[in-house]
C-alpha cells in the first residue's frame, strides 16, 4: 500500500522497505500497519494516516 500511495502522490520521495512494517521515508524511519484498509504510520505513541502523515514530513523530507 505504501508504494501505491506513493505512485499516487507522485513524489520523488524515497520510500525503501527495510523490514517487516519498517521504511525508510526519505531519511526518516517508520513503522507502518493497515487498519480497516487505511495505512497508517507510528508516530509518537499512537498512528496518522499516511496522508497526513505526508502533509506533516513530506515536504520536510524533500529538503534533506
Known sequence: ???NFKLKKG???IIRKVAANN???GTKKVQAK???GILLIRVGG???DIEAFFKQYGE???RK
Open 1 to 3: 500500500m505504501i508504494y
Open 11 to 13: 513524489t520523488g520521495l
Open 23 to 25: 521504511y525508510l521515508f
Open 34 to 36: 493497515v487498519n480497516n
Open 46 to 48: 499512537g498512528f496518522m
Open 60 to 62: 520536510q523530507e524533500l
